[in-house]
């Protein structure tokens, strides 16, 4: 019985397979119920996958390839169940029928079973964490732009720039900034098109931030350009960081208001290693230094041609009609070269042929008024954003103040500044008007910043507001013309070519009017302005007569600007106002007498420079809260009274530079005023200092001063400054005095023979200029410098000394600091100077820049000795005149590897130039000087000739 072990086992090996094949006959009905089941939950999946991919799809996404590889397969199992099931419903028809085929039975089984398999691994196939993706974005994506006709030679200009530094490898981070709506975006979006088909970027990421900051969102919209998705905020950073770090990026933020760390967002730092970029752009120049930007590119408005050019493109031909022309170029200059005000107004009068809608359009535009279609919503309003940003109500105010002065006008920022500092609640928290001016000036830098306010075309000591945004400050002004605060609502019509001035019940209702740069002649109504603080009548040069009852119905006046008038009287209604806090009555020639003062005891600032008062006004000693009083070049100076000045013990600025001189006397009262902290005044000579004890004075503590000693005036634009003129002696203890100098002027004086006697010591001399100095043999004799001393000098101008044989005298003392800022060293009318430096001196001008020698007729060599190497490494500029003997520069060939521009007239013993640097053959034009000159120079070789020749320009005269 032991063989029956193995026969069962081989019958349970070969049941397994033959209970499978019965199977497939056996269980056919129920296994293609299970398939039907099945086949029903598979197409439900494939049409909740389906949904998704078309939810996807609708926003810019694309399916990925498992999802098409799975519908395909779904889509195949279908058909092949429809097949299977038809076969099943055939086979069933023909049993019904007594027909019994089980070979066929057996097959359908058999496929009924795979398939129910391969549905069930399809099924299990469908369980996608993603149906789509977002497509592969190009490396730069266009972007819809163009710059207009009117633009190209303004904006393309300004286009190049920004390409230029963008391939420049010394800036990584670079800042486009200008006030709203000049073209900023467009110039960018200009530049990102640019860069479509180059390899110069791996991706070109472009992110509008816009006003609010929002460091999150920034996050998000770089990692969609880039095709990422963040399961968490937290991951954001860490991502980006690691998605950058190895990838060449240029990032451009568009319209950014508000600095912010880049590692903070996960952009690595771009720098000369990785070649990445950042380009920002903004309307707050803060904003660019804050970001550390390595360049700031400014657009710039549109010149005249341009804005017409531009104007017409968005008109049509209807601007060119006779009866239209004259009046639409009147509407395209009141746009001021803006392109968002040009084409705003541009598409408001598309096909507009009738002239009076055309002068109703210059009207509203004039006015400020937002009457022309899309003026507020797409000019006024988007440029109001800058100045809501401007945070503070009281910058916000200063800014508005600017509206008083007439359109593209300078405003000196001091007159602006000081009418800011005397206003209540503009200028707040401070203790004094140097806190104050201070706090102003940082107010105006904030202001322009903004790009609300710009540099004057006279200068930086002026600014200037923008057609447009002049048109702001008024629209935004208008806009609290319903409120109860009154005395916010500006009347501003300066510079409007009025003869009369508005009609007395215009007047009531307004804080502040400026009629200032008017033709008014007569003031001969009586306003009543209850709530009026700022009156601007100044620059009414006709303007010579004031009703005696103009004032007495301005109780809150604080500010009266009557300069640059003709008026010879002012009535007695002045004294009522009480409350007044700046009189300024500058360059009222005719003025002959004013009422007495003694009633404005709130009165801060009084101004009767260059005006044409014979009498001292009566009552000015009785205002002690005077800060500011300007008596230069009064004419009633002289009848000053004594103990005037010594009562006035608040006054902290004090201007008395007269023609003339002032009597001595005053010198002890000025010496009484504790607060003091800037002084002009001038004097006859230096006695009055040593009478008055005012050597040693606590010079140290004002802020400033302008002394001028005898001679006529003559002043640089810095803070401390003495003019000495003509004087015979210096007495002991004057060195105290000078050394607190930046700008020092000597002319006509006799005594000394070496200037560091008096200036050796100096610690804080900037600027020093000598002139007919007749004695003086020698400038700096090193044995009386101080070891600081002359540390701060930065130009040396020296002129008509006869007597003068060397400037420096004796070998500088090491370690020294002396002369070590000296940039700029001019020599000229010194007929006894045979050499300028000696090799040792040469070395300590190291930041040399500028020399020029004229004029001095027995000069023989600039340097004796051999110069030093690496000496005078940054001098950019040399200039030779008139130096009949001069045969060298330098006793062997000078090498200046920084000369840029070399100016040779009237030496002809100068045989020899000195050896510039290698690249000297791609400049032209640097050489000057007289053809015969030129023809007799000697040269080591014919190459170094051709070379020399290539930048060399003939002087046909002497400069």
Known sequence: MDYLGPVVQVILFLWAPVSR??????????????LTNETKELKCNRDDIQANVEAATTVGKTRIRQVDNWLLEVSDIETEVDSIRLEFEQMRTCLNGCCTDHLSRYKLGKRVAKMNKDVQNLKGKGGFDRVAVSPLRPKVLEMQTSLPRGQQNTSEKTLEDIWQCLHDEENSMMCVCGMGGIGKTTLMKAVNNRLIGTHEFDVVIWVTVSKDLNLGSIQEKIGNILGMEFRSNEEKRDRLFARLKNVRYLLILDDLWEAFNLDQVGIPKPDKQNRCKVVITTRSIAVCNAMGADMQIKVKTLTREEAWNLFYERCGDVVLSPDIRPVAEKVV??????????????????????KELWENALRALKGSSPEVPGMEREVFLPLKLSYDYLGEDSIKLCFLYCSLFPVNYDIEIDELVTCWVMEEGFIENVNNLEEASNKAHGILERIKDACLLEEGSRGNEYVRMHDLVHDLAVWITSLSSSSSASNSRVLALSAEGLLQPPEEKMWGGFGRISLMHNKIKHLQITPNCPNLISLFLNDNYQLHTIHSSFFELMPKLQILDLSNTCIESLPMSLSLLVNLHALILRYCRDLVEVPPLGQLKELQLLDLSFSGIKKFPQGIASLGKLKRLDLSYFNAFAAVPPNVISRLSNLEDLRMLVLGHMSEAILGEVVSLRRLTSLSISVSGLNGFIAHDMLHWSWSDLRRFKIQVGGNFIFKGCDKQMNICGCDSFPHGIEELIKHAKFLRFEKCKVLTRLSQLVGDSKSLRWLQIKDFNGLKCIIDWREVGDDGLQCLEELDLHTLPKLEKLFDGSVPRPHT?????????????????????????????????????????????????????ALLKLHVLQLRRLPKLSSICSQQPSLASLEKIRINMCPKLKKLPLLWSGIQEIQGKIEGEREWWEGLQWEDDNTKSIYAGIYSERRRPI
């Open 21 to 34: 094949q019965i199977g497939y006959l056996k269980h056919l009905n129920d296994n293609i119920t299970k």
């Open 333 to 354: 200059e009141e746009c001021g070269g803006l392109p968002l005000a040009i084409k705003t107004v541009g598409r408001a009068m598309h096909r507009k042929d009738k």
């Open 818 to 870: 002396s002369l070590r800022q000296l940039r700029k060293i001019k020599v000229e009318e010194c007929p006894k100077l045979r050499c300028l430096f000696s090799s040792n001196m040469v070395e300590h001008l190291n930041q040399l820049e500028e020399l020029s020698v004229i004029g001095c007729d027995r000069m023989e060599e600039i340097i004796e000795g051999v110069l030093p190497d690496n």
